[in-house]
């Protein structure tokens, strides 16, 4: 994540909540103990839900606002600030991975394929991987922050916030390369929220690291 990228967080790090949900039962097969790694924790939303669930639950998030907020809530998880990639764990370290609303924050093509990359190292074998973000939206409004984006970026998807945030929606095409190197295992699509609270459609996928 670029430092303009983590500045961003770190200045909203109190305003934003998040609201994609978790379903549990993709993760049914794992058990009590298993170790999840929650890429870009945020504010530790999803950690605890894990951690409540009995599994050992790791947050990790580049937005050191956004750990000292989830610090300060959740004292008794396992939150961490992390700098930069690759994270100081060991290969195969982690029975899943869950990524939600991350990829969104990752406009670019090579840091979402280096992010991936580093999340199938850090799965074992057979592991899962479970990512929640935003397809395409419909609607005129997003149709020409579209079309500004990909002048701007180059990349279909990508567009700026008026308070200086650039967010990407994704293609179904675009996630199936992103994540060709795992076997699809289930899919939906799911109705929240986008951070201004506007109703959105986002794609749920759980995939595993083969």
């Given at each position: 994540?670029?430092?303009?990228?983590?500045?961003?967080?770190?200045?909203?790090?109190?305003?934003?909540?998040?609201?994609?949900?978790?379903?549990?039962?993709?993760?049914?097969?794992?058990?009590?103990?298993?170790?999840?790694?929650?890429?870009?924790?945020?504010?530790?939303?999803?950690?605890?839900?894990?951690?409540?669930?009995?599994?050992?639950?790791?947050?990790?998030?580049?937005?050191?606002?956004?750990?000292?907020?989830?610090?300060?809530?959740?004292?008794?998880?396992?939150?961490?600030?992390?700098?930069?990639?690759?994270?100081?764990?060991?290969?195969?370290?982690?029975?899943?991975?869950?990524?939600?609303?991350?990829?969104?924050?990752?406009?670019?093509?090579?840091?979402?394929?280096?992010?991936?990359?580093?999340?199938?190292?850090?799965?074992?074998?057979?592991?899962?991987?479970?990512?929640?973000?935003?397809?395409?939206?419909?609607?005129?409004?997003?149709?020409?922050?579209?079309?500004?984006?990909?002048?701007?970026?180059?990349?279909?998807?990508?567009?700026?916030?008026?308070?200086?945030?650039a967010f990407r929606h994704h293609t179904r095409?675009?996630?199936?390369?992103?994540?060709?190197?795992?076997?699809?295992?289930?899919?939906?699509?799911?109705?929240?929220?986008?951070?201004?609270?506007?109703?959105?459609?986002?794609?749920?996928?759980?995939?595993?690291?083969?």
């Amino acid at each position: 994540m670029s430092d303009a990228a983590q500045a961003y967080w770190d200045a909203n790090a109190e305003a934003y909540s998040f609201a994609h949900p978790l379903e549990r039962a993709w993760l049914a097969e794992l058990p009590k103990g298993a170790r999840i790694l929650d890429y870009g924790c945020g504010y530790g939303r999803m950690t605890a839900e894990l951690a409540a669930a009995g599994w050992r639950a790791v947050g990790v998030d580049f937005s050191a606002g956004m750990i000292a907020r989830g610090r300060r809530a959740h004292p008794q998880l396992e939150l961490r600030h992390v700098a930069s990639l690759p994270l100081h764990e060991a290969d195969a370290a982690f029975d899943a991975a869950i990524v939600f609303a991350v990829l969104t924050c990752v406009p670019a093509d090579a840091d979402q394929r280096a992010l991936v990359a580093e999340l199938r190292r850090l799965i074992r074998p057979g592991g899962l991987l479970y990512i929640s973000d935003y397809l395409l939206q419909p609607g005129e409004r997003y149709a020409a922050r579209y079309e500004a984006g990909l002048a701007r970026h180059g990349v279909l998807g990508v567009w700026d916030r008026e308070d200086g945030g650039a967010f990407r929606h994704h293609t179904r095409e675009g996630l199936d390369a992103l994540l060709a190197d795992f076997e699809l295992v289930s899919e939906r699509e799911v109705e929240t929220v986008t951070l201004s609270g506007a109703s959105a459609t986002a794609i749920q996928r759980l995939a595993r690291r083969c």
